[in-house]
């Protein structure tokens, strides 16, 4: 029997038998099926799902694990880096390490097969609460350790599918406002908004507001209605339209009563364009949207006392909106239709206080015309500039908490909607796969069986959970000199790159040669014995005439360190994604012989920094650790440079510090023989250097004396004085 496309099997049983069903079903109602599962109530509990390792399990993955080899190695001969270092007990492989406190800690060295678990038990169980990516890691970090466990946990707790639903709507980034396009002409476009149901109902049994405003003006309609069937709803627009023009194009959101079929018809009668926003993004139709929120909590004002005449109220709140001047035009919606200012209640309480009259002057009605034409004109003018300027302020605040973000066809995406129970509640479901992008903003989405359009504010990539896959075995001589760390552009970098266009002026050197000393162009004014000395030479140093960089070995780098011990940065595994990439960076660099293959016993990783654009990348290394251990030059070559009235300063600078316990505080006087230190504080706005030089000497109060050289004994004697 089919029942739509579902099949329903019946069970046969054996005749002879006679079947005692161990349950009976009956109907339940939901207050009963409540009451049962209120009664049935427990302390719950909390199983460990999959597989139970024992300690032998963990031995024997730890010996076959290939990524633990290196551990095994250290653990064998028994060596320690800094405060770290992996030893055996009865067989299992830990990791020592001592914090800052001096106190020791012990972490089980966790094989590939187990680290699932220990993830597992770390994020997703009820006891551990599905705490962000720190506290995972902390958590986990206190009892296990493998090599890449941090960026394990990374990708383990960004992929979790329960906190990916559950995420706050306004943990995602909101992309730059865009541009909507400056409408000149007065009601060319207007935006159509229903407010609605409004309660209570108004006496004549009116409970919805049918709104348009006019782009260009900022002119507003509104009607009460009673229903917003599509055939009120356009009764209502063509009583508008009769009086201020047909439109153009009119902006509405996806309301059956905007999108139906008779709605759809009258467009294509009027020749009107009918434009909707994007589902549940109202950002888009903000112009009508707004001047809802000031109707509402005008209307609620005027109508506290009788609250059911508010339809009553609706034409002199009109009135009251429209005569006053817009902050984003700086001119009134009737300046800007009418070319007037009309007379109000302001006006006639003026007239009845002053006793004035208008002096209008006669004028024919050509004139009239012309007058009228040119101060509109003028108006909309100052109106579309004060607009525009407005606009750019406006997007310059918004776009502060915004980041640029761009989805690709066919990416697994979170969607922002409404709850089924609270219109007002949000909830991210899904993951839905994009399929087709509008524009930089909107994309096609197919949600069940409809496909509609989105916003990217109500977007969010999904990330599903991969397993870990076992580590491969990567080229031996790119894993034992190098360690990838992958990092992205801050955002403020991303918005500083994403304006800035290519500089001609610099010039990114090739890695292969395209040019040699044929190309050196030789003055056709030298004699042919000088041209041919000049060719000569360019063939003896060919090598240096190319576009291809290349090293130098007149100069050495001696470079001293505070530490003998040689500073050795853990190499990490590459992600497999840049092994091709580190790869052929090093080739290239290894043909331009820029680097060499060393033994050296200091090892620092190498970064690799995605570019804002494209799929270039930068290759760097990481020196930190090293610097930290870097003995400073006393005087750099560039210090060497300075004139001698910087080289005073900087003395004045270093002494004053070095002395800060016993100067910090007190008045005290600076006694030297050079004279333009007394103009420290007039000279800094010329010189950017003596300016930071003086800002760090305002801590202190002092007084420059100068005194003659024969008196400055002890600080000439020091400076000429010879050390052992």
Not at 275 to 285: F, I, V, Y
Request: glycine share 4%; hydrophobic share 35%.
């Amino acid at each position: 029997m089919g029942v739509g496309s579902e099949k329903i099997e019946t069970p046969v049983y054996p005749v002879r038998e006679t079947v005692i069903p161990e349950t009976t079903a009956t109907a339940v109602t939901r207050g009963q099926e409540k009451r049962e599962e209120e009664g049935n109530a427990s302390i719950p509990s909390f199983p460990m799902e999959g597989k139970i390792f024992t300690v032998a399990d963990l031995k024997r993955e730890q010996q076959d694990d290939k990524s633990l080899e290196k551990l095994h190695v250290l653990a064998r001969t028994n060596v320690t880096r800094g405060r770290v270092q992996f030893i055996y007990d009865k067989d299992v492989l830990y990791r020592q390490y001592s914090d800052k406190q001096g106190k020791d800690h012990r972490q089980v060295v966790v094989p590939h097969k187990m680290r699932a678990k220990v993830l597992s038990t770390g994020h997703d169980t009820a006891m551990s609460g599905h705490l962000g990516q720190k506290k995972s890691r902390e958590r986990i970090w206190q009892d296990f350790f493998w090599p890449g466990i941090v960026g394990d946990i990374k990708r383990y707790c960004s992929s979790c599918d329960v906190c990916q639903r559950t995420m706050p709507k306004g943990r995602t980034r909101k992309v730059p406002l865009g541009k909507m396009p400056l409408i000149e002409t007065p009601f060319k476009r207007v935006a159509v908004d229903i407010v609605g149901p409004i309660k209570p109902m108004s006496e004549t049994k009116k409970q919805y507001i049918l709104v348009m405003v006019d782009f260009a003006t900022r002119y507003p309609e509104a009607v009460a209605l009673k229903d917003i069937k599509a055939e009120t709803v356009a009764d209502a627009l063509w009583t508008f339209w009769t009086r201020l023009g047909l439109p153009e194009e009119v902006l509405t959101d996806n309301g059956a009563q905007f999108t139906s079929e008779l709605m759809t018809q009258v467009n294509q009668l009027l020749a009107i364009k009918g434009l909707t926003t994007s589902p549940w993004h109202p950002q888009c139709n903000g112009v009508v949207e707004r001047f809802n929120g000031t109707l509402k909590a005008m209307l609620k004002k005027m109508t506290f006392e009788q609250p059911t005449k508010w339809d009553q109220y609706l034409p002199a709140l009109l009135f009251a909106y429209r005569e006053v001047p817009q902050d984003s035009l700086g001119f009134s919606p009737f300046e800007l239709l009418y070319g007037r200012t009309v007379r109000g209640p302001m006006q006639v309480l003026r007239q009845l206080w002053t006793e004035e009259e208008s002096n209008d002057e006669i004028r024919t009605t050509a004139e009239h015309v012309i007058d009228l034409r040119n101060r509109i004109e003028e108006t909309c003018k100052i109106a579309r500039d004060h607009l525009a300027k407005s606009a750019i302020r406006q997007a310059h605040f918004y776009d502060k908490k915004t980041k640029k973000r761009e989805l690709i066809v066919g990416t697994r995406v979170l969607l922002l909607l409404p709850t089924k129970h609270n219109k007002l509640e949000l909830a991210w479901k899904g993951p839905y796969v994009i399929e087709e992008q509008i524009n930089s903003f909107d994309y096609k989405i197919k949600v069940g069986r409809q496909t509609r359009v989105y916003h990217i504010n109500l977007l969010r990539e999904y990330h599903e959970r991969e397993m870990i896959a076992e580590p491969e075995k990567l080229p031996e001589e790119v894993v034992e000199q190098s360690a990838i760390v992958v990092e992205d552009l801050e955002e403020q970098d991303d918005e500083i790159f994403a304006n800035m266009g290519p500089d001609p002026s610099i010039l990114i050197p090739s890695t292969k040669r395209t040019e040699n000393e044929k190309d050196v162009h030789i003055a056709d004014t030298l004699t042919a014995r000088q041209q041919r000395e000049v060719r000569d030479a360019c063939t003896e140093f060919s090598a240096s005439l190319t576009d291809v960089p290349k090293a130098t070995t007149l100069e050495i780098c001696n470079i001293k360190m505070t530490d003998d011990r040689p500073v050795y940065v853990k190499p990490r595994p590459i992600p497999h994604a840049l092994v091709d990439v580190v790869e052929r960076e090093v080739k290239e660099m290894l043909d331009l012989k820029v680097i060499e293959p060393a033994t050296s016993p200091y090892n620092a990783p190498i970064v690799i920094v995605k570019k804002a654009h494209g799929k270039a990348v930068r290759f760097c290394n990481d020196f930190r650790e090293a610097n930290k251990v870097i003995e400073n030059d006393a005087e750099p070559k560039t210090e060497q440079k300075y004139a001698t009235v910087e080289k005073e300063c900087l003395a004045t600078v270093w002494g004053i510090q070095k002395f800060e316990r016993y100067l910090y505080g007190r008045h005290f006087i600076l006694e030297t023989d050079h004279q333009p230190l007394q103009y420290l504080q007039r000279m800094k706005p010329t010189n950017a250097r003596l300016m930071r030089w003086a800002l760090q000497l305002q801590p202190y109060v002092f007084t420059v004396k100068i005194i003659p050289g024969k008196d400055n004994i002890g600080a000439d004697y020091l400076s000429r004085a010879t050390m052992n």
